[in-house]
């Protein structure tokens, strides 16, 4: 019953997300949390109700990512979010971010519950890969949009780590704070930093810096670039390193 009543908020925000053409930070990021909340049905029904082994679904769904991520290069020639321009281009930006949650909770399951090496050390791990990503680019030059997706791709058995952590009971190698007073303060942790980018406009500023920018670069001397379909802000890793498309 929760998989149908995320689905239908789901086709409410992203309804709203490909209609608006400015950027609103509280339908983008409640989107993204919807989004976040699917992928991890998607792959909790499969291994929970009809059994699918998470060494399954996670080379499956590597499998799928992948796949969306060579289609949307093969067509649109950059994975860079910083290129939403056109409704195509944002559908394999949505596609790939559902894909990339339900594969963050198989990798995240499979590695803390089959593996057997508990909540804190995979929190541990993940918090330490994620690192080790951003280090790399900033310090060796990593590509831009192979460190976004690859730290983005972490952060969902990151952040489902870190809820087991608090929320387990200390049997089961948590801390016993709860399910429930956990998805609380997670909840209002995400309504929080939603509302301060709704009221700061932080993001707004950045994504209309780069637009200028743009312009400044491709307009011809004494034209107009024109408006163009307002760029995801949530990737700053992704400033350099893409071809222009």
Excluded: C
Excluded at 27 to 36: A, E, K, P, Q
Excluded at 55 to 82: G, N, Q
Excluded at 186 to 200: K, N, P
């Amino acid at each position: 019953m929760t998989t149908y009543i995320m689905s239908t908020f789901l086709i409410v925000f992203p309804i709203a997300q490909f209609t608006l053409t400015l950027y609103v930070p509280a339908v983008y990021w409640v989107t993204v949390v919807l989004l976040s909340v699917v992928g991890t049905l998607i792959t909790d029904n499969l291994t929970d109700n009809f059994g699918v082994p998470l060494v399954t679904t996670t080379i499956v769904f590597s499998v799928v990512l992948a796949m969306v991520f060579s289609v949307w290069y093969a067509v649109e020639k950059t994975l860079s979010s910083h290129s939403i321009t056109t409704i195509r281009r944002e559908v394999f930006y949505w596609l790939a971010v559902l894909f990339t949650f339900a594969l963050g909770t198989a990798a995240g399951d499979l590695i803390s519950e089959k593996l057997a090496i508990g909540y804190f050390w995979t929190t541990m791990l993940y918090a330490t890969l994620i690192a080790a990503i951003a280090l790399a680019h900033w310090m060796l030059g990593l590509n831009a949009v192979l460190a976004f997706w690859s730290a983005y791709i972490l952060t969902r058995p990151l952040g489902a780590s870190i809820g087991d952590l608090l929320g387990q009971h200390h049997a089961d190698g948590g801390m016993g704070i709860g399910k429930l007073k956990t998805s609380v303060v997670f909840l209002l942790a995400i309504a929080a930093l939603i509302g301060y980018r709704t009221w700061s406009r932080i993001d707004v500023a950045r994504s209309d810096a780069r637009q200028v920018l743009g312009a400044e670069l491709t307009a011809p001397a004494g034209g107009d670039a024109g408006p163009s379909r307002n760029e995801d802000p949530d990737d700053d890793l992704m400033l350099a390193g893409e071809p222009s498309s």
